[in-house]
């Protein structure tokens, strides 16, 4: 049965339902570890222990929807890969294959063969993209299936009842998204006091937190005012890690790394920060210089399915007629199973002809991001990170005509590296 939510105005269950957050506020319980190695400015190696393992951050999750990877195996995850920890969508796995189905097979981890660490989103996000028809209240949230247009509620205890049966190693607070490029000031304010007030009720909710990590979500916009507010309501709910989200949806790229660099300056130093929805390379390095820990996000493999791999020299379309006799790999650094083995030649040739060409493609750019952030971790460690970011973006915009954008070169300067 799932809880009742707070009616607005019932001022003595509200605060009955405040004292019970307060108390197990109090207690304290953690199913992580979290544990900072060696820092450089602002930038951490850290480790990060869950109950599937333990996690090397900064730490870049590939978004496998259902618990999978389109076109890649857990094999592959695994042993070709390396990765530790991956992401699966709430919304999706509540549609198909539902609870019933999670719970008989004793969660995601056996459903999907995946024997390392989940983070499951709340739906929420999922829900505002791909639903025109949603209403947003006090209650939750309502919307149609884009599968079969059946009606559903989505309030923070039902997110929390169906990621408890997912059984993600961390778990995301059901948050009021508001899309960055959003600039009303009152819905931004709403938004935000909103996604507190339904953080304490997912607390609430949340069944098995020995077990599973609940991890609260900044929202505010790119006002440095309510992310402020909000940062400061969330700590006191001292959740076992927090989220910035809110951007990566359009917002200018000054306010984007600002925001980031504002929150990750509020939020715990003992707690890993997630910025939520970060998939380009850069992005997720500026990030990681700020003091971020864990990123996600779709676009690696969403444009590996046209051709588009990353480079240590920015991105290239392999479909382009160029590579139809470049008979070297997609990046001559990367050790990946693809650039050891294929050129881009080989890869032009069977883009429209072989499936077998887009598994090629995505595994190595997931590859690609971990590798770039694991060598950034290794820059901490050997304190040369102002060297391995410099050379970086050099690289990464050499084929630009203006060279490094400015945004970067700002956002290097917040980071501690000054490249005017």
């Not at 990060?48 to 393992?53: A, I, N």
């Not at 919304?91 to 004793?106: A, M, S, V």
């Not at 909710?205 to 609260?216: D, I, M, S, T």
């Amino acid at each position: 049965m799932e809880n009742s939510p707070l009616k607005v105005g019932d001022a003595s269950a509200q605060e009955s339902k405040k004292e019970e957050v307060k108390e197990l506020v109090r207690m304290n319980i953690s199913a992580l570890q979290f544990k900072v190695l060696k820092q450089w400015g602002f930038a951490r190696a850290s480790l990060l222990t869950l109950p599937h393992g333990d996690v090397r951050t900064p730490v870049y999750m590939p978004v496998g929807t259902k618990g999978a990877m389109k076109g890649l195996l857990p094999k592959n995850m695994k042993d070709d890969i390396d990765c530790e920890i991956m992401l699966a969508n709430t919304y999706h796995l509540f549609l198909k294959p539902g609870e019933e189905i999670l719970d008989r097979e004793g969660g995601l981890h056996k459903f999907a063969a995946w024997d390392k660490n989940y983070l499951t989103d709340s739906g929420g996000f999922q829900i505002v993209s791909l639903s025109d028809l949603n209403e947003v209240t006090e209650e939750g949230v309502t919307f149609e299936s884009h599968i079969d247009k059946m009606k559903f509620l989505l309030t923070p205890e039902r997110s929390m009842e169906v990621q408890n049966s997912i059984g993600a190693d961390i778990m995301m607070a059901l948050d009021d998204v508001v899309p960055p490029t959003i600039t009303d000031a009152d819905r931004l304010e709403e938004a935000m006091h909103r996604s507190v007030r339904w953080l304490d009720r997912c607390i609430l909710a949340h069944k098995k937190p020995e077990v599973q990590n609940l991890f609260a979500i900044v929202q505010g916009g790119c006002d440095d005012d309510l992310r402020k507010i909000c940062c400061d309501e969330m700590i006191k709910r001292n959740t076992p890690g927090y989220a910035i989200g809110g951007l990566a949806g359009g917002e200018d790229k000054e306010d984007f790394w600002r925001t980031v660099h504002t929150c990750t300056q509020l939020l715990p130093d003992d707690k890993p920060r997630y910025v939520m929805g970060i998939g380009y390379p850069v992005d997720i390095l500026i990030c990681s210089l700020l003091g971020a820990d864990m990123y996600d996000c779709v676009y690696a493999t969403r444009v590996a399915r046209f051709g588009t791999v990353f480079t240590r020299n920015g991105e290239i379309k392999l479909r382009g007629s160029s590579n139809k006799n470049q008979f070297i790999p997609i990046d001559s650094k990367c050790q990946c199973y693809t650039c050891k083995n294929y050129t881009r030649s080989y890869l032009w040739q069977s883009f429209t002809r072989d499936s077998s060409c887009l598994q090629l493609l995505s595994l190595h750019n997931v590859y690609f991001l971990l590798d770039i952030i694991r060598e950034f971790r290794q820059a901490i460690l050997d304190e040369n990170v102002e060297e391995y970011m410099t050379n970086f973006v050099t690289d990464y915009y050499i084929t630009e005509k203006d060279g490094v954008p400015q945004w970067v070169k700002n956002a290097l300067k917040a980071g501690g590296i000054d490249m005017s």
